[in-house]
Structures are given as structure tokens and as C-alpha cells.
């Protein structure tokens, strides 16, 4: 009687004994797991950028009105977010296209510059204006916004050279159709009739007095010759 107490005793302590090696085990698994899960969910970290959902042309101004037909903002995978990139809708809104953005680029702040970096070399910068009718030649294509160009002051007796230059490498802010509505950059053929530039303020009369007198060439700067982006 007394052995078979004994035996149950032990059987007993066996069986406590199992379960509690079980127990551990499982803690140990559910604690491999939990540290696997928690590696994995770093490793593939995600963050909200600024991606790019219709392509950008260059010269292009982000707004609040047309960023959202820009731009959305998505989570993607941490590892692959450029140090540089825009985070939020707000940070690209009053910057302008330095070049054509392509569709599904995370959108940087070297893709799009403020206006100040624009017009930092000027004490004073205003927007003039000048219909292509009133300009004595305009060379080199199209213009579009973000567009360079070179303005020369031609004589008669110069005609067959480019003049004088009065102001190198200024920056196109806008360009307009015959009924006045602003070209897209994607718009390659329409020419533009009206073209509104970035000047500096003491300049402008010195501008508009050459601008009367019809002696006006405008010459598109190639990429080569635009200032550094």
C-alpha cells in the first residue's frame, strides 16, 4: 500500500515536472516569435513621404490648390526613403519644379526650388511682362515656365549677330496663350504670346524702354548654358 502511494507520488511529481518543461518551452517559443516579429516589423519600418502620382514639368509651381494633383502622400518601406525626401504636402507647396519630376518618384528637396534660391541674386526681385509681337526676335523654341533665357538688345546695322546682351540667364515665371491662359509645361507645341520673367526692380523701366522700341531678341538658353539647379 505504501509503495503504491509512493508510485503515485512520483507519477504525480512527473507529470507536474512535464508540464511545467512545456510551459517553459512555449514561453521560450512565444518569446523567439515575439522577438521575430518585432525584428521583421523593424526591418520593413515604415514612414510617410511625399510620392509623386502625375508627372511634374519643369517650372511648375506646387500649390495647395494643384498639389493634390501632384502629389500623394504614402508608406513605404523606411530603408529606401531618401534622407532629402518632402514629408508632407505643406513642405512642397510654394516650390517650383527645377526640372521634369517622373511619375512614382519620391519627391526631394532638390527636385523642387523655393523662390528664393530663384531670385537670390537679386536685391529686389518683381515679375515683368512682354507680348512675343512686341520683341524683335525670339530664338531657340517655345519658351515654358522654368525656362532661361538671354535677352539681347539688336540694332539695325547688328541684325545678322545677336546684339548686345542686357541680362543673362533670367528665369521665366509664366507663359500665356493668345486668350491669356497659362501653357502647362507638357504643352511642347502651343506658342507663347505673353511671358512673364523675374527682374530686378531697377531694371524694369530700362527693360520696358528697350521693349518699346521693338529692339528686343530673346534667345531660349540651352541646358548647358542655365545656371546650376
Known amino acids: 500500500m505504501k509503495k503504491r502511494k509512493m508510485s503515485q507520488a512520483w507519477k504525480n511529481r512527473i507529470w507536474n515536472g512535464s508540464i511545467l518543461a512545456a510551459f517553459v518551452a512555449a514561453m521560450a517559443v512565444f518569446v523567439f516569435l515575439l522577438q521575430t516579429e518585432k525584428r521583421v516589423l523593424t526591418e520593413y519600418e515604415k514612414e510617410q513621404v511625399c510620392v509623386v502620382t502625375a508627372a511634374i514639368p519643369r517650372g511648375e509651381k506646387i500649390s495647395a490648390e494643384n498639389a493634390e494633383q501632384y502629389i500623394t502622400v504614402m508608406e513605404i ?66 519658351l515654358r515656365a522654368g525656362d532661361r533665357i538671354h535677352i539681347y538688345c539688336v540694332e539695325q546695322e547688328e541684325e545678322k549677330q545677336n546684339g548686345k546682351l542686357l541680362w543673362e540667364n533670367v528665369f521665366v515665371q509664366q507663359v500665356f496663350d493668345r486668350n491669356g491662359a497659362a501653357i502647362g509645361g507638357d504643352d511642347g507645341t502651343t506658342p507663347a504670346q505673353r511671358v512673364n520673367i523675374y527682374m530686378e526692380k531697377e531694371r524694369v523701366a530700362d527693360f520696358y524702354a528697350a521693349l518699346a522700341q521693338g529692339s528686343l531678341r530673346v534667345v531660349k538658353a540651352e541646358d548647358t548654358d542655365r545656371q546650376e539647379e
Open 77 to 142: 518601406d523606411k530603408r529606401i526613403v531618401p534622407e532629402t525626401a518632402l514629408k508632407s504636402t505643406e513642405a512642397a507647396s510654394g516650390r517650383i519644379a527645377a526640372y521634369g519630376v517622373e511619375q512614382g518618384m519620391v519627391l526631394t528637396t532638390g527636385m523642387l526650388r523655393a523662390l528664393s534660391e530663384i531670385t537670390e541674386q537679386m536685391r529686389e526681385p518683381v515679375i515683368a511682362g512682354f507680348r512675343a509681337e512686341d520683341l524683335y526676335q525670339v530664338v531657340g523654341g517655345v
